[in-house]
């Protein structure tokens, strides 16, 4: 089976979807983008373009939970095989509305993959998350560790994990690769492209950034009792430029065999609250002030991936460290210190 040349990526406009988008333009695949914007904005795609030179294939305003007009793109197409990024992503809001989450994230696969076997596509690369390992640590986490979602958000991917195994195993014309991210973060280094969320930022690099540009007081760290070195959530913290260079070796390798396969993308480093917070300092040039908070619920101590998987089958290793991330982060926020929308008045994001 030949690699895939046209690829269509749900939540094309979002975070990961958009430096998705460069990487792979950058290697000569045709686009199709499906895109709801309940997270995101099309002005991305202009930036997306002006990186990457071009911009071949096309972009849909669409639900993806909406079959119909989904269809309508894989019939009007020819996908070789799909990215599939759309998901609610807010462990935390996900606590206050988990049938949303649930309906959003496992409704929006489910509608997906009908779709795709309506139209005879069956190669599929998901984003999953760490988060589905839960209180698995501490120590790096191999993906045959057993996972213990402790959110709903991280229980919607889990089901949707479970879901593709079933389909894999009954099916033998499937391929899914399931990336499962370890806190992708950073910004693509032309300052261009970063995390521009709708709602306030939860992530800790953008809640940084946000401190550093003075649209917040102080950073709030949550939790300082955990045991950990410095009483401080440790995370792997991961570029989000390694991250999407992790789905095109994952297209090349999407027929080497069938079935599902998990793959942990992370940097095997991790890095305590703390830790990002002298980073980042050091990216700005000035102190960030911070306060001691209650831990967040589901919340766990440590989260690091072992990432030897995806090194030994394809050869994928990240490649920058927690400087470049912060380095690039910053670099974004100041030329975007309202995001992508900042020529318009946008509501200031506040603690
Ligand atoms: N960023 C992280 O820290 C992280 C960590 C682990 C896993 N992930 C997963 O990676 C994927 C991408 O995350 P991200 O950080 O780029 O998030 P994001 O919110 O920036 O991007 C998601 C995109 O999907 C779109 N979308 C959401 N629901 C949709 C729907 N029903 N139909 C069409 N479009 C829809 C949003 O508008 C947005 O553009 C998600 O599946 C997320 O769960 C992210």
């Known amino acids: 089976m030949s690699a895939p040349s046209t690829v269509l990526v749900t939540g094309g406009a979002g975070f990961i979807g958009s430096h998705t988008c460069v990487n792979l333009l950058d290697h000569g695949y045709e686009l199709i983008v499906v895109d709801d914007y309940s997270n995101s904005t099309p002005q991305v795609f202009s930036r997306v373009e002006r990186i990457a030179g071009r911009f071949a294939g096309a972009v849909y305003e669409l639900d993806i939970r909406d079959r119909h007009a989904l269809s309508a793109v894989f019939a009007r197409h020819t996908v070789d095989a799909v990215v599939h990024l759309a998901a609610a992503k807010s462990a935390s809001r996900s606590m206050m509305t988990p049938v949303e989450y649930y309906d959003a994230n496992v409704g929006g696969t489910t509608a997906l993959l009908q779709t795709m076997h309506e139209h005879g596509v069956h190669r599929l690369i998901f984003s999953s998350t760490s988060s589905v390992y839960g209180h698995a640590g501490p120590g790096p986490l191999g993906e045959a560790t057993p996972t213990h979602p402790t959110s709903p958000y991280a229980a919607t991917k889990s089901a949707c994990e479970q879901i593709l195994t079933d389909v894999c195993r009954r099916r033998p014309e499937y391929t899914v690769l399931c990336l499962r991210y370890f806190n992708p973060a950073g910004a693509h280094p032309s300052g261009l492209l970063g995390e521009d969320p709708r709602a306030a930022p939860e992530n800790l690099i953008p809640s940084l950034a946000q401190v550093a540009i003075g649209h917040r007081d102080r950073l709030q760290v949550f939790g300082t009792d955990y045991p950990t070195r410095d009483g401080t959530t440790v995370r792997d913290y991961t570029h989000v430029m390694d991250t999407v260079e992790a789905h095109r070796f994952a297209l090349d390798h999407l027929a080497d065999a069938p079935g599902m396969h998990v793959f942990n993308v992370g940097t095997g480093r991790g890095s305590s609250v703390l830790d990002v917070v002298t980073a980042f300092s050091r990216a700005c040039g000035h102190p960030i002030p911070v306060e001691a908070a209650p831990g967040r619920p589901g919340d766990v101590a440590e989260v ?48």
């Not at 920058?320 to 995001?339: S, T, Y």
């Not at 992508?340 to 946008?346: E, G, I, K, N, V």
């Open 304 to 351: 690091v991936a072992d990432a030897t998987r995806a090194a030994r089958a394809w050869g994928w290793r990240a490649t920058r460290n927690l400087d470049d991330i912060c380095r690039d982060a910053w670099r974004f926020q100041q030329l975007n210190p309202r995001g992508y929308d900042s020529s318009s008045r946008r509501p200031e994001k506040k603690n």
